[in-house]
């Protein structure tokens, strides 16, 4: 496996077509596409730790060896459990994304529906998926996923649009491969990975064939732009004499890029849908399931579990940690954090095989729904809880630059000062600006897809025939 400096080192062969804030930047020098590198290195450091190593390491029958969990196909309830963890310990690590977490989903849902295509049409994709993740695992490659159309009118389908290439599709087939044009946006972290593995946003309908198509890309393959966002963090980082006095110092925030494919080739080997229209639907299906654990869950517990221990120090700081107001709105914190920390291990724990009989493992869906939707929610109101007890000062506070102004520094000491000097104050109370007065509100919200449509899933699973029967069975009313 890599080490974080192999990784490091094996990403100085790729050089990305990247713009950011309208201008051409190179991936190793810009101070905000760094972050994304240093965060993956983070990860292959935590696979690198014995105290994480069940976490981030598991064994491949396919390679007959150790491998990062960000490549490893679950096939058992264990491996679903440690994969949530992995989701919850790397969000504790870095504040932001594993970057190669919404990669790991793909493949686990490319997996199954591969699997079934190659037993019920002939071809040859699970066959292709298996000697392409053999190439992954031996290589300890970083994969990003890349599912998420532009869309253009949201109440179009694909082939309805006024541009069809705001959804991904096939514009040609050839003997050798296929070439592909659209765009995916909101890529978390593709600048920084080795390649993207691409599926549908939806599922497609007869006649939307071109739109059905999966596939694996290099970073920086020809015809590949990445246009990356750009936000008030990002002048920020620009402007910043120190990444010290930054909310997140090392690892920013969860960095993400429209992916623009200008006519990309893609070569036979690396394409795991062509046309299967059918099947679209149920490989986006998986692939929401695994992630609405994972990255809707999971992750943001972790996320919040610094959230939490943040303001309980800010609390110590301003010495208010002991009044009963505090403590209630910091269990109200633990407690929405926690149920959404149970519906994550219950959507492990109650997981099964599917497809039957493939030996792959996939969550349980309404837990996996009710946790995403649960942490969505109450991600707001831990946010609230952060913003109060934190006070005003995490909104107005100065720069801890002025701690090194000789003008200043006197006065901010002397009345930035509480339970804890100002330096203590001022570095928690940027902390917390980060999270309650930056992007992760929207960001927990949206990622993972957003909530209306596992508020859908979630009425859709459930059985209410067998509640009414309860009800009626109780009440004394026979059934109809
Ligand atoms: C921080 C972050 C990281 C992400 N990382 C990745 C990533 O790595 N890879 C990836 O593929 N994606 C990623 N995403 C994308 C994410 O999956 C999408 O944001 C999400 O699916 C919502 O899609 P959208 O952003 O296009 O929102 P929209 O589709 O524009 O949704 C906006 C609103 O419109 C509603 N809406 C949408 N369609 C309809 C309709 N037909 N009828 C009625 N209402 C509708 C929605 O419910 C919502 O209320 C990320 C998103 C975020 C925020």
């Not at 919404?102 to 298996?130: C, F, K, P, Q």
Request: hydrophobic share 40%; net charge negative.
């Amino acid at each position: 496996m890599k080490t974080a400096t192999e990784y490091l080192e094996s990403m100085k062969a790729y050089n990305p077509r990247i713009f950011l804030g309208g201008k051409q930047v190179n991936l190793h020098e810009n101070s905000t596409t760094v972050t994304v590198l240093r965060a993956n290195a983070r990860v292959y450091e935590l696979a690198e730790d014995p105290k994480y190593a069940d976490i981030m390491n598991v064994f491949s029958p396919y390679l007959g060896d150790k491998v990062s969990r960000n490549l490893h196909i679950a096939s058992s309830v264990a491996d679903l459990e440690r994969r949530s963890e992995m989701a919850t310990l790397t969000s504790q690590m870095l504040g932001t994304c594993n970057y190669r977490c919404v990669g790991a989903d793909v493949l686990n849902a490319l997996a199954g529906i591969t699997w079934e295509m190659d037993r019920e049409l002939g071809t040859e994709y699970h066959s292709r998926l298996l000697n392409h993740l053999k190439y992954l695992q031996e290589n300890d490659l970083a994969v990003s996923g890349g599912v998420t159309d532009a869309k253009g009118d949201r109440t179009k389908r694909p082939v309805e649009q006024d541009d069809p290439d705001v959804y991904v599709h096939i514009v040609e087939k050839r003997e050798d491969g296929i070439v592909v044009r659209g765009a995916k946006v909101s890529q978390s972290g593709a600048i920084g990975s080795h390649e993207t593995l691409v599926i549908p946003t939806m599922g497609m309908r007869q006649g939307e064939e071109d739109f059905a198509v999966a596939f694996a890309v290099p970073n920086g393959a020809e015809g590949l732009t990445y246009i990356c966002q750009y936000t008030p963090f990002t002048a920020e980082r620009e402007l910043s004499p120190d990444v010290k006095y930054l909310g997140n110092p090392l690892y920013g925030q969860r960095e993400t890029c429209i992916m623009v494919f200008d006519n990309v080739f893609i070569p036979w080997e690396h394409v795991f849908m062509c046309g299967e229209a059918k099947y679209s639907g149920r490989l986006v299906a998986r692939f929401a399931k695994t992630h609405r654990m994972n990255c809707g869950g999971a992750c943001k517990v972790g996320f919040a579990d610094l959230i939490i221990g943040a303001t309980q120090l800010a609390a110590e700081f301003s010495g208010i940690q002991k009044a009963p107001h505090i403590v209630e709105k910091m269990t109200d914190m633990i407690r929405i954090n926690e149920t959404a920390r149970a519906c994550t291990v219950a959507a492990a724990l109650k997981g099964h095989e599917e497809p039957a009989g493939s030996g792959f493992f996939q969550p349980d869906d309404i837990f996996g729904n009710a946790a995403k939707l649960t942490i969505a929610d109450g991600f707001w109101d831990i946010l609230k809880w952060a913003g109060d007890i934190g006070g005003g000062m995490a909104v107005t506070m100065p720069s801890e630059l002025e701690l090194e102004n000789p003008e200043t520094a006197h006065y901010v000491r002397k009345f930035m000062k509480a339970s804890a000097p100002a330096e203590q104050r001022l570095r928690i109370a940027k902390f917390i600006q980060n999270w309650c007065a930056g992007l992760h509100g929207a960001g927990t919200w949206h990622g993972a897809g957003s909530p209306m449509a596992q508020k859908m899933a979630l009425y859709n699973l459930t059985n209410f025939e067998e509640k009414k029967s309860y009800a009626r069975s109780l009440a004394g009313l026979k059934e109809e």
